[in-house]
């Protein structure tokens, strides 16, 4: 799921990079084809060059090294909804066919069988970022046909629900998970199945989704890990903090 998020990002690109995955994939992408890949992090660190993976938002190896360093405020004012980022990475506890996201609650609002951590930035991410990429293990109850609580827009309904909000933002992307990569249908904007990975079956995605996938007309097979992709992606993680 990393190597086929990093193969995503391009050179020159600005990306706003959270913990876990998504981390993991943009500081590989930086280290193999996007070498002047601008990493920016929700505390305000801009340009960053971490020397080792960092453990949270606010970890000081994301200063050293960074072309600045803002308030929080400024990085969502300037940067943020100032149309400034080309990709985001989100993730969540359900997910729909319209890429919407749910981080708040399972269950009723007023009364939750769990309540989530929340948006955080994540909403402001989903609105202003021109590709929301999600890296997400591909399982029935992270994959659901309405979320349980919209926190992050994805196409609503549908693209004429996204058009109605007039975000500045390019909406969801790509879904990767563990078993496909999905894109986005153009018109619908409807989440479809684009590539499989390597011995994996359409009848196992389907089987792991709650609603009847949709299909590109010409479906790839991921092409596997390289070796150089493996070796460089162990060594940003040697003491596997995500990689366990």
């Not at 066919?97 to 989903?126: E, F, Q």
């Not at 609603?211 to 390289?226: D, G, Y």
Request: proline share 6%; aromatic share 6%; hydrophobic share 40%.
């Amino acid at each position: 799921m990393v190597i086929v998020a990093a193969r995503e990002l391009k050179d020159r690109e600005s990306v706003l990079v959270g913990v876990g995955l998504p981390n993991l994939a943009a500081n590989l992408a930086k280290k193999l084809q996007a070498p002047n890949l601008l990493l920016v992090y929700e505390s305000g660190a801009v340009g960053s060059n971490p020397s080792r993976m960092p453990l949270s938002i606010g970890d000081p190896c994301l200063v050293s090294g960074a072309k600045s360093v803002c308030s929080m405020y400024e990085q969502f004012a300037y940067y943020l909804q100032g149309g400034r980022i080309d990709v985001g990475f989100l993730g969540g506890a359900q997910i729909d066919k319209y890429g919407n996201i749910n981080s708040t609650i399972i269950g009723k609002y007023k009364a939750p069988k769990v309540r989530l951590p929340g948006s955080g930035g994540a909403c402001d991410i989903a609105s202003n970022v021109k590709r929301i990429i999600v890296i997400t293990p591909h399982e029935k109850r992270r994959f659901v046909e309405k979320v349980d609580f919209l926190t992050s827009p994805g196409f609503i309904e549908g693209k004429d629900g996204w058009r109605k909000l007039k975000l500045q933002g390019g909406g969801p992307y790509a879904v990767i998970t563990n078993l496909c990569t999905f894109k986005f249908d153009e018109m619908t904007g409807e989440m479809t199945v684009t590539a499989l990975h390597e011995g994996i079956t359409m009848e196992q995605v389907q089987e792991n989704t709650p609603w009847n996938v949709k299909v590109a007309e010409e479906i790839v097979t991921t092409p596997p890990p390289t070796e150089k992709e493996i070796t460089t992606l162990r060594a940003l993680d040697p003491d596997k903090i995500y990689l366990r």
